[in-house]
């Protein structure tokens, strides 16, 4: 523009930060690769790539011509149908296909139900440390992130006492997110279900966020009992990725249950911001929820299996403190007393070729943490991080 003067933009959007992920790779470029390869430990990206045969499927349903073309607006039926009666098995309810709605991604499906819910000038109460794309969709929509803080000395479950001094006329709606980005703790179900109790009390919705459910440590199987009853149908939205599950992160799959009610009022938003989640993933995800259980079920025992092995790595290491490690992520405690969290992030980047995230990045009070995303590698790599990390010095 002319003199290199813009007309002014949303506010709301300006405020925002960039997003942090892009900040801590450009770090990387800063390695000299003497510790060995970079090992990337900072986006939760599955560390393994799709079926075979979801391969092909999805190569075969790419040509064909309808996949080009707009599909419903909620999803395609078929997909629909399947995940809802995936739903009704895992959690012992009855949710039917009207419950459901895909999205591009779990992202979307996060924005989507904040618009349903809440306006300028509402609050929602997010769990502290929060996961950084919430708090800045929140921001973008004039809605308070309240942070609801979940403290190491209680494995970073919130606790229902801190929720309901927070709650007043302004808060439309409590997030919960588990097992959580960022520290991987796994709420245990008599608290989901507790929460859930206390928003229906107050008149106000909880969202719970299971992007990683399908990466609960073994023998665990659902994260709560919310979905065994009706009383869900009130006030209960649980949002839903496919993408970890069957590494398919680029193709953007994600999902919302609701009320049927409600998810027709999701419609509207949708229309607006999708028209319709993308269509090739769409087609195979229904034999894909089927036919790849014993799959998804190695990938779980492989995943907490890299958990284990990374505990082991930090074991001679009690300077670094692991603090919660499930699923996705550990959160890890620095050892540099009063030092920034970025500063940490950034020296093990540059100096020793381990890229993670500081806790910084996850809301306020983090700088003592950095948050670890232990399935993107083999557990051969993370079995190297005792010689990385050791003797590192500010």
């Given at each position: 523009m002319a003199g290199g003067?813009?007309?002014?933009?949303?506010?709301?959007?300006?405020?925002?930060?960039?997003?942090?992920?892009?900040?801590?790779?450009?770090?990387?470029?800063?390695?000299?690769?003497?510790?060995?390869?970079l090992i990337n430990l900072s986006q939760?990206?599955?560390?393994?790539?799709?079926?075979?045969?979801?391969?092909?499927?999805?190569?075969?349903?790419?040509?064909?011509?309808?996949?080009?073309?707009?599909?419903?607006?909620?999803?395609?039926?078929?997909?629909?149908?399947?995940?809802?009666?995936e739903m009704s098995r895992l959690y012992e309810?009855?949710?039917?296909?009207?419950?459901?709605?895909?999205?591009?991604?779990?992202?979307?499906?996060?924005?989507v139900?904040?618009?349903?819910?809440?306006?300028?000038?509402?609050?929602?109460?997010?769990?502290?440390?929060?996961?950084?794309?919430?708090?800045?969709?929140?921001?973008m929509l004039g809605v308070e992130p309240r942070p609801l803080p979940c403290r190491p000395e209680n494995g970073f479950v919130p606790l229902l006492e801190d929720a309901e001094a927070l709650i007043d006329e302004k808060v439309r709606a409590?997030?919960?997110?588990?097992?959580?980005?960022?520290?991987?703790?796994?709420?245990?179900?008599?608290?989901?279900?507790?929460?859930?109790?206390?928003?229906?009390?107050?008149?106000?919705?909880?969202?719970?966020?299971?992007?990683?459910?399908?990466?609960?440590?073994?023998?665990?199987?659902?994260?709560?009992?919310?979905?065994?009853?009706?009383a869900w149908r009130r006030n209960v939205i649980q949002l839903y990725s496919f993408s970890k599950s069957y590494a398919i992160p680029g193709h953007r799959m994600g999902a919302i249950t609701a009320d049927a009610a409600l998810v027709e009022q999701i419609a509207k938003i949708l229309d607006c911001i999708q028209i319709c989640a993308p269509r090739t993933a769409q087609a195979v995800l229904p034999w894909a929820i089927d036919g790849l259980r014993a799959w998804r079920e190695e990938n779980r025992a492989e995943i907490n299996r890299r958990a284990q092995v990374f505990r082991e790595a930090l074991a001679p290491l009690p300077e670094w403190r692991i603090e919660s490690v499930g699923a996705y992520f550990a959160y890890l405690r620095h050892p540099f007393e009063g030092a920034k969290a970025q500063a940490v992030a950034e020296k093990l980047a540059t100096e020793r070729g381990v890229l993670c995230l500081p806790g910084s990045y996850f809301g306020p009070g983090q700088d003592g943490h950095l948050r670890i995303a232990v399935a993107n590698v083999g557990a051969p790599v993370l079995a190297t991080l005792t010689d990385r990390l050791k003797g590192l010095a500010l």
């Open positions: 003067l813009f007309a002014p933009i949303n506010s709301l959007v300006a405020d925002v930060g960039s997003p942090p992920i892009p900040e801590a790779q450009s770090w990387t470029r800063r390695y000299d690769g003497s510790f060995g390869p939760a990206v599955p560390g393994n790539a799709p079926h075979a045969s979801f391969l092909e499927r999805l190569a075969s349903v790419a040509g064909e011509p309808a996949t080009s073309q707009y599909g419903p607006i909620n999803g395609d039926l078929g997909l629909r149908q399947a995940y809802a009666e309810g009855r949710i039917e296909a009207a419950d459901t709605a895909i999205t591009a991604g779990c992202n979307m499906a996060f924005f139900a904040m618009m349903l819910l809440a306006r300028r000038g509402d609050a929602v109460l997010l769990p502290t440390p929060w996961y950084f794309n919430h708090q800045m969709s929140l921001d409590v997030v919960l997110v588990t097992p959580n980005n960022p520290t991987g703790a796994v709420y245990p179900a008599h608290v989901v279900e507790s929460f859930a109790e206390l928003c229906a009390r107050r008149g106000i919705y909880l969202v719970i966020d299971e992007t990683y459910r399908d990466f609960l440590p073994q023998g665990m199987n659902r994260a709560h009992g919310l979905f065994t009853g009706e």
